[in-house]
T-cell receptor, first 113, second 114 residues
Framework: GESVGLHLPTLSVQEGDNSIINCAYS??????FIWYKQESGKGPQFIID?????DKRQGQRVTVLLNKTVKHLSLQIAATQPGDSAVYFC????????????FGAGTRLAVHP | KAGVTQTPRYLIKTRGQQVTLSCSPI?????VSWYQQTPGQGLQFLFE???????NKGNFPGRFSGRQFSNSRSEMNVSTLELGDSALYLC?????????????FGPGTRLTVL
C-alpha cells in the first residue's frame, strides 16, 4: 500500500508492551479531540474521542489523556499487538462549529514480535 | 450498515485535466467533509457539505470545488490539475453538522497527476 507519511516520527515497541503516543494541539478554542488509526491503503479509522470537560477516557485497550493546560493529548495502548501497527493521528475541532477536523502530523507505531 | 464509499479508488490524470471524485456517506448521515492527504502536508480539510450547502471551506484554491446532492452523496471536482494535486482524497461522513458526532472516513481516492 501507499505510505501515509514518509518522514513521520516512529514509535517502536515490543509486542505485549504498552504504547504511548503523544500529540500537541494548536487551538485553545478546540473542545473535542479524536484519535484515528490509519493502516496502509486505508482511510483513518476512529479509535476514541474525548471532550474538553474530561481529562481521561478509557476504551477497549486504549486510554486517552487530555491536558488542556499545556494543550497536550496522549493515546495509551495496552498490551500492544502486531495489528496495532499503523499511523496514529490526533485531531481537534470546536464542537460548536463546523465539522472541520485539524489533524496532527501523525506517529507511526511499529510493533515487533 | 455499509461504510463510506468512494469512487474511483485510483485515478491517473495529466496536468491541465479536470477530475471528479465521488463519495457516498453512511446511510442516514447528512454531513460530508473532504480532506486531502499528502506526505508533505498531512491531512488537510478541503470543505464540508450539509443539506446540499457548503458550510466551511479550507485554504485551497478555487480550482477545488464540490457539491452535495439531496441524497447526501457528494462530489468534489479539481480543475486544471497540477502535479501538486497528487494526493489521497478522503471523504468523511457524520450524522449531523458540528457537535461531537464521530466522522467516519472512506478508503480514499488516490489521484496521481502526471
Amino acid at each position: 500500500g501507499e505510505s501515509v507519511g514518509l518522514h513521520l516520527p516512529t514509535l517502536s515497541v515490543q509486542e505485549g508492551d504498552n504504547s504511548i503516543i503523544n500529540c500537541a494541539y494548536s487551538n485553545s478554542a478546540s473542545d473535542y479531540f479524536i484519535w484515528y488509526k490509519q493502516e496502509s491503503g486505508k482511510g483513518p479509522q476512529f479509535i476514541i474521542d474525548i471532550r474538553s470537560n474530561m481529562d481521561k477516557r478509557q476504551g477497549q485497550r486504549v486510554t486517552v489523556l487530555l491536558n488542556k493546560t499545556v494543550k497536550h493529548l496522549s493515546l495509551q495502548i495496552a498490551a500492544t499487538q502486531p495489528g496495532d501497527s499503523a499511523v496514529y493521528f490526533c485531531a481537534e475541532k470546536r464542537s460548536g462549529g463546523y465539522n472541520k477536523l485539524i489533524f496532527g502530523a501523525g506517529t507511526r507505531l511499529a510493533v515487533h514480535p | 450498515k455499509a461504510g463510506v464509499t468512494q469512487t474511483p479508488r485510483y485515478l491517473i490524470k495529466t496536468r491541465g485535466q479536470q477530475v471528479t471524485l465521488s463519495c457516498s456517506p453512511i446511510s442516514g448521515h447528512r454531513s460530508v467533509s473532504w480532506y486531502q492527504q499528502t506526505p508533505g502536508q498531512g491531512l488537510q480539510f478541503l470543505f464540508e457539505y450539509f443539506s446540499e450547502t457548503q458550510r466551511n471551506k479550507g485554504n485551497f484554491p478555487g480550482r477545488f470545488s464540490g457539491r452535495q446532492f439531496s441524497n447526501s452523496r457528494s462530489e468534489m471536482n479539481v480543475s486544471t490539475l497540477e502535479l501538486g494535486d497528487s494526493a489521497l482524497y478522503l471523504c468523511a461522513s457524520s450524522p449531523n453538522a458540528g457537535g461531537t458526532d464521530t466522522q467516519y472516513f472512506g478508503p480514499g481516492t488516490r489521484l496521481t497527476v502526471l
